[in-house]
């Protein structure tokens, strides 16, 4: 390998494809699912805690599993979904599946830390659950969400790294195929590099994403009567 630059471009490239696809796999399965972790708690605006615990478990069970024994446990899964378990687009599958649980305690945490306050006004103005999770719920969690979502996608990407690493492309293959099997040091620390630029953007990105939402949000209660 002589072309250095090329070759941390071309992995870069599929980082950022298998990060970003799970990203949004990850938030779409991720957000629903947080929302029922709370809404089916004890005195939830949807009380239904034998689902509830249900729900729990499984969370707690897939975020009790290592990335890495995980990856291999789900093979047949990811060779069901795609048809291959070698490759990016394979990664993706693993990525996603363990990252859900992760998703689901961030979305329940922040919906957690909204003033109970506001619930209890939008209820006592009769409005719907479902409103109240559309209306009051998500919007004054808005920038703890974001947050969250930054730490699970800086999550996903060190999870792709360790993915690359047995066939998934991407830096992690890179480092290990190059950087440490071949002793190339300037590989080993190009990867490195980065990786930690591309941290340090996305947690940039979530915190001015964060504080623009948190300046914005509306004090105003939703209400069912036009």
Same mark, same amino acid.
């Given at each position: 390998?002589? +072309?250095?630059?090329?070759?941390?471009?071309?992995?870069?490239?599929?980082?950022?494809?298998?990060?970003?696809?799970?990203?949004?796999?990850?938030?779409?399965?991720?957000?629903?699912?947080?929302?029922?972790?709370?809404?089916?708690?004890?005195?939830?605006?949807?009380?239904?805690?034998?689902?509830?615990?249900?729900?729990?478990?499984?969370?707690?069970?897939?975020?009790?599993?290592?990335?890495?024994?995980?990856?291999?446990?789900?093979?047949?899964?990811?060779?069901?979904?795609?048809?291959?378990?070698?490759?990016?687009?394979?990664?993706?599958?693993?990525?996603?599946?363990?990252?859900?649980?992760?998703?689901?305690?961030?979305?329940?945490?922040?919906?957690?830390?909204? +003033?109970?306050?506001?619930?209890?006004?939008?209820?006592?103005?009769?409005?719907?659950?479902?409103?109240?999770?559309?209306?009051?719920?998500?919007?004054?969690?808005?920038?703890?969400?974001?947050?969250?979502?930054?730490?699970?996608?800086?999550?996903?990407?060190?999870?792709?790294?360790?993915?690359?690493?047995?066939?998934?492309?991407?830096?992690?293959?890179?480092?290990?195929?190059?950087?440490?099997?071949?002793?190339?040091? +300037?590989?080993?620390?190009?990867?490195?590099?980065?990786?930690?630029?591309?941290?340090?953007?996305?947690?940039?990105?979530?915190?001015?994403?964060?504080?623009?939402?948190?300046?914005?949000?509306?004090?105003?209660?939703?209400? +069912?009567?036009?």
């Amino acid at each position: 390998m002589g +072309d250095l630059p090329r070759a941390l471009g071309v992995a870069t490239l599929e980082t950022l494809y298998m990060t970003s696809v799970a990203s949004v796999l990850v938030a779409l399965a991720g957000l629903p699912l947080g929302v029922l972790l709370v809404v089916t708690d004890r005195g939830g605006l949807w009380p239904v805690p034998a689902l509830n615990r249900v729900l729990g478990t499984l969370v707690n069970v897939g975020r009790s599993i290592p990335f890495i024994i995980l990856m291999v446990a789900i093979v047949p899964l990811t060779r069901l979904v795609v048809g291959t378990t070698i490759g990016t687009t394979a990664a993706i599958v693993p990525l996603v599946v363990a990252a859900i649980p992760f998703m689901g305690r961030v979305v329940e945490q922040a919906l957690r830390e909204v +003033d109970a306050g506001r619930v209890e006004a939008a209820v006592a103005m009769g409005s719907t659950p479902l409103r109240i999770i559309l209306r009051v719920l998500l919007p004054e969690a808005l920038p703890s969400l974001v947050r969250g979502t930054a730490l699970v996608v800086i999550s996903l990407l060190g999870y792709s790294a360790m993915a690359g690493a047995v066939g998934g492309g991407g830096l992690g293959d890179l480092a290990v195929k190059y950087g440490y099997m071949r002793f190339r040091v +300037d590989v080993m620390w190009g990867c490195l590099a980065v990786l930690l630029v591309l941290v340090q953007l996305l947690q940039w990105l979530g915190e001015r994403l964060a504080s623009r939402f948190d300046h914005s949000r509306s004090p105003v209660l939703p209400s +069912d009567h036009p």
